[in-house]
C-alpha cells in the first residue's frame, strides 16, 4: 500500500519545438504523446506512458508532479486523510489525462499542485520481456533510464515534513537543522533510495530541479560532454553531494528549469535514523568536494 515512486513532472516551456528538441534529443526522452499543447515524455526503461510533461506557458517552472501508488484504494485512503487536514481533494476521472487512469490532486502545504494516481498505460521499454538485451539500440542523448527525484522549495520545509510523513509515510533520509534544531531542509523517500522528494526553503510552489538517475560516475562525464557539445548551460559539477552521497551534475533546460542527472547514493533501511546536517556544513552537504556554492545554487530557480 501506499505511495512507491515520484512518478511524473510537469514543467513550462515557453518555446513547445525548442523543449522537444532539448528533451527528445540532448535528454534523450522518448516522446509518447501530444494532446492540448503539451507533450509527454518518458525515460527509456520506464515502462509508464509518461514521467515528464512540457507545456506550453508563458515562463517556465513546475505545473505539478505525480506520486504512484500501488494499490487502486490508496486514492480513497489518501483523500481521507487530506480532507481530514482540510486540504480539498479533486477527483479526475480515467482517461481524462493522456495515458492516465483515476487520480486525486491538491495543493501541499507549500503551495505545489500534486497528484496521486494508481494506474497508467504502460507503453514498454523499447526491450522484449522474453530474453531482453540490456539496451534499446536506438538511444539518444544522455538517455537517462529513469526519473530519480524531485526538489522544490517552500517556506516551512519542517511543516512540509510533518505532512508529507503523516499523510503519505514518506520516511526522513536527511536534514538540514538550524542552531536550535529544528529542520529547514529535509529529503524523504519511500522508493528506498537516498530521496524521492527534498524541500528546500524558498518561494511558494518554487521548483528547484527535477533529477534523472544515470548508472554511474562515467554517465555523469558522458552527460557533461553532451551538454557541452549541445551548448547547454552548466550550473555545477560533476560533482559528489555530502547530502545523498550522491554523484551529479546540474543544469538549465532552454528555459530556465534545473535539470540533473544523479547517480550513487545509498539504498536506506525503512527503519534507518535521519542524517542531520549543521548550518555551518551546509555547502559541505551540498557540493562535498567544494565545500562552497557553485553556479547559483540557493538563489535561482524557477
Ligand atoms: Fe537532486
Redesign the pocket.
Known amino acids: 500500500m501506499g505511495v512507491f515512486k515520484t512518478g511524473y513532472v510537469q514543467l513550462r516551456v515557453t518555446d513547445l519545438d525548442a523543449a522537444v528538441n532539448y528533451y527528445g534529443n540532448v535528454l534523450g526522452l522518448v516522446e509518447t504523446g501530444r494532446e492540448d499543447g503539451k507533450v509527454y515524455f518518458k525515460c527509456w526503461d520506464e515502462h509508464d506512458h509518461h514521467s515528464i510533461i512540457i507545456r506550453q506557458a508563458d515562463g517556465p517552472g513546475l505545473d505539478q508532479f505525480g506520486f504512484k501508488t500501488e494499490s487502486p484504494e490508496d486514492l480513497a485512503v489518501f483523500e481521507k486523510k487530506l480532507e481530514a487536514k482540510g486540504i480539498k481533494v479533486s477527483r479526475t476521472s480515467a482517461g481524462e489525462k493522456l495515458g492516465q487512469g483515476e487520480a486525486i490532486s491538491f495543493e501541499d502545504r507549500g503551495g505545489h499542485r500534486v497528484e496521486i494516481y494508481y494506474k497508467m498505460q504502460k507503453v514498454g521499454n523499447g526491450l522484449p520481456l522474453d530474453n531482453p538485451d540490456p539496451y534499446p539500440p536506438n538511444l539518444k542523448g544522455i538517455a537517462a533510464p529513469r526519473l530519480?527525484?524531485?526538489?522544490i522549495t517552500s517556506p516551512n520545509a519542517a511543516e512540509d515534513l510533518e505532512f508529507y510523513r503523516d499523510v503519505f509515510g514518506f520516511r526522513l533520509t536527511e536534514q538540514v537543522v538550524d542552531p536550535t534544531g529544528a529542520p529547514i531542509a529535509v529529503w524523504m523517500e519511500r522508493s528506498h533510495t537516498p530521496?524521492d522528494l527534498?524541500i528546500i526553503p524558498g518561494k511558494p510552489g518554487g521548483f528547484?530541479?527535477?533529477?534523472f538517475y544515470v548508472e554511474n560516475w562515467t554517465e555523469i562525464g558522458r552527460a557533461a560532454d553532451i551538454l557541452a557539445m549541445n551548448n547547454v548551460k552548466i550550473d555545477a559539477g560533476p560533482t559528489r553531494?555530502g547530502i545523498?552521497r550522491?554523484h551529479?551534475i546540474?543544469f538549465f533546460d532552454p528555459f530556465g528549469n534545473r535539470n540533473?542527472t544523479?547517480t550513487g547514493g545509498y539504498v536506506p533501511d525503512i527503519d534507518n535514523p535521519p542524517i542531520t546536517w549543521t548550518l555551518d556544513k551546509f555547502w559541505t552537504g551540498v557540493f562535498y568536494w567544494d565545500r562552497t556554492e557553485q553556479g547559483s545554487f540557493t538563489e535561482v530557480y524557477t
Open positions: 530519480d527525484h524531485l526538489l530521496h527534498a528547484h530541479h527535477v533529477a553531494h545523498t550522491g551529479t546540474y540533473e544523479f
